[in-house]
């Protein structure tokens, strides 16, 4: 495999340039915003069921795009593994088995760097965010055979992973005013909550604003014997882990809410951003509001404060009632 071995390091980029040119997507388009994912040349110049070129086979490979797109855990490093097929997929459909593998990475799609054993499996763990290219180039070598003087391989494939990149969201109130009446929720602009994303230490492509992401508004209302305490204690802490003790704001679904809380008390308001490609529930099952699926990927910002003790009170004032008068200690 020594003449393989060179021609691999010497001429992987120009057949990755040429494999790149040629090949069209056999399936569907990756997901907006990501130009490269998954499978870069899936194109069959056989007859053979792509599936079947596997061992095991694929019954289908209607999940290969979303699974090509990773979450991010600061906490627990993901992982996958690639597999090429076992099979070359040939236009003459000749069913011969590959013996040897190549696997290469790269972070741009143009420079590569051998990894891997010479194996159809390449196992990989606590890749960070951003695009991750990986290549195989493939070859067959008869048993008894002379490697060095066995056929190059004239092919490549390419598979993109996309690891979501963190994000921080900064919640204000652009009303200025930290209170309003009862009577006036309906209408009132005292206060008006905005939500601002960005990335967390990630400045690579796409840019976050090509990114569509859900919103969801919550408020944590005081508990406390006096509707409008200001203590933090009478707010109860609200995790991301368990929802609780705080309050969906139904229907507000975008990156400002106005409140129309007409309930008399002192509220905290915060907001929850996801990505909206791929849901943190995909591959498990129903979300908890006590242990929530994949809570490292709801990406959280209080309004006024960087966290639920430092966030600002807002507070529903009462519209008084009416007062009644007496009379008393009378001397006349």
Known sequence: MEKTTTMLKTGLVGLFLTMTTIGVYAQSSPPEPLSALGPQSPTLAGTTERGDLFDPPIANFDDELINSILF???DEANSFTLRASAIEDHEDDRGLSFT????????NGTDFTPIGS??????QSGIGPGYHYYRVEAWIVPAGTDPDLSCDADNTETFVVFVLPPLSVTATNTGGLSQY????AGTQSNVALSAAVAYDGYAGSPTVGEFDVNYRWYYVKSNGSD??????????EVTKTNITNATLIDGETSATYTPNISEVGTYKF?????????DRSHGLGTDDPTDRNRPYVIYR???GGPDQANATIITV????GKPHITIEEVLD
Do not use: R
Request: proline fraction near 11%; charged fraction near 20%; charge should be negative.
């Open 100 to 107: 040897h593998y190549q696997w290469s990475y790269g972070t």
């Open 301 to 303: 910002g209080w309004v």
């Open 72 to 74: 991010f855990n600061p």
């Open 118 to 123: 010479d194996a159809a499996t390449l196992p």
């Open 181 to 184: 009446c009862e009577s006036d």
């Open 270 to 278: 915060f907001v929850e951003v996801e990505y909206q490609i791929k």
């Open 227 to 236: 509707p409008f305490s200001q203590n933090n204690d009478d707010f109860v």
């Open 317 to 320: 004032t009462p519209e008084p």
